[in-house]
Nanobody, 115 residues
Framework: QVQLMESGGGLVQVGGSLRLSCTAS????????VTWYRQAPGKEREWVAV???????DYADSVKGRFAISRDNEKNTVFLQMNSLKPEDTAIYYC?????????WGQGTQVTVSS
């Protein structure tokens, strides 16, 4: 079965950096769009960044210029490089991909930015 797994979260100070990874099994991420979402306590899940199969990237305004999404096809992994982190970036981060109109989500990784 298709599985996505996020990793790389943790506790970081304001202004610090983290790199999240989304690794997949039984699905080739390079042929599908992969999206990062996040959900802060008490808030709805929000879209953060996306990379499509052709390599085009897009970002939410709140992270534009600070976050970068990329892909390593050999490792079948999508990364989210997060720089200049702010307390409001604290959330559980999830990756998602879709194949044949079915969505696949990872279990999430916690990112906590302390001030």
């Amino acid at each position: 079965q298709v599985q996505l797994m996020e990793s790389g979260g943790g506790l970081v100070q304001v202004g610090g950096s983290l790199r999240l990874s989304c690794t997949a099994s039984r699905i080739v991420l390079s042929t599908n769009a992969v999206t990062w979402y996040r959900q802060a306590p008490g808030k709805e899940r929000e879209w953060v960044a996306v990379i499509v199969s052709g390599g085009v990237r897009d970002y939410a305004d709140s992270v534009k210029g600070r976050f970068a999404i990329s892909r390593d096809n050999e490792k079948n992994t999508v990364f989210l490089q997060m720089n200049s982190l702010k307390p409001e970036d604290t959330a559980i981060y999830y990756c998602k991909t879709t194949r044949k109109n079915r969505e696949y989500w990872g279990q999430g990784t916690q990112v906590t930015v302390s001030s």
